[in-house]
């Protein structure tokens, strides 16, 4: 079964450094893997997806995540930290032979100080 | 070119009353997924469906849940006689064959008083 662990509750950056929000997957073939935001009381909003075209992938907002298959990894990372990128944030792999149903992390919530 | 849709946007019910969520798809969309997001959980699927067919409800509680999508109009998500055990934020989705992307709604905030 797919799986993903996010492996921090929460994550706290000044605004102008570097964010890290770390991931790893559980996969027993090549996955969909995914970084979605959540805004307070917002909906999602895709920030980007690797599907083993590229192991860097860019995404929206300055944010990309790089996929290691050494390490079973996906982190999230962005160069500058700007206090509209507070939020909570999930990994995601697609179970492709579960008719590509999302499995979710269980989120990190980045705060970011002025 | 409007996104997925979700309404009511707010919903509170009593105990024991019946709950609808109404999801629309983004244009061109035939999958349609649901998630609930427990307060301090994140997200659980619950059901997929096509047109008219429910592909995989494996995530749906055995009782009181349903959900179609049917030829015409939106999907819905029903929960009858509710308790304060179904408050969560209600999540719908579609996506595209063959891409496994699936786009959000805003959600569907239930309230069981």
């Known amino acids: 079964a797919q799986s993903v662990t996010q492996l921090d509750s929460h994550v706290s950056v000044s605004e102008g450094t570097p964010v890290l929000l770390r991931c790893n997957y559980s996969?027993?073939?090549?996955?969909?893997l995914f970084w979605y935001v959540q805004h307070p009381n917002k909906g999602l909003q895709l920030l980007l997806k690797y599907t083993s075209a590229a192991t860097l992938v860019k995404g929206i907002n300055g944010f990309e995540a790089e996929f290691k298959k050494s390490e079973t990894s996906f982190h999230l990372t962005k160069p500058s930290a700007h206090m509209s990128d507070a939020a909570e944030y999930f990994c995601?792999?697609?179970?492709?032979?579960?008719?590509?149903?999302?499995?979710f992390g269980a989120g990190t919530i980045l705060r970011v100080k002025s | 070119n409007a996104g997925v849709m979700q309404n009511p946007r707010h919903l509170v019910r009593r105990r024991g009353q019946e709950a609808r969520l109404r999801c629309s798809p983004m244009k061109g969309h035939s999958h349609v997924y649901w998630y609930r997001q427990l307060p301090e959980e994140g997200l659980k699927f619950m059901v997929y469906l096509q047109k008219e067919n429910i592909i995989d409800e494996s995530g749906m509680p055995k009782e009181r849940f349903s959900a179609e999508f049917p030829k015409e109009g939106p999907s819905i998500l029903r929960i009858q006689q509710v308790v304060r055990g179904d408050s969560a934020a209600y999540f719908c989705?579609?996506?595209?064959?063959?891409?496994?992307?699936?786009?959000f709604g805003p959600g569907t905030r239930l309230t069981v008083l």
């Open positions: 989705a579609s996506s595209r064959p063959p891409t496994d992307t699936q786009y």
């Open positions: 995601v792999v697609s179970d492709q032979l579960g008719g590509n149903k999302l499995v």
């Open positions: 996969s027993s073939y090549s996955p969909s």
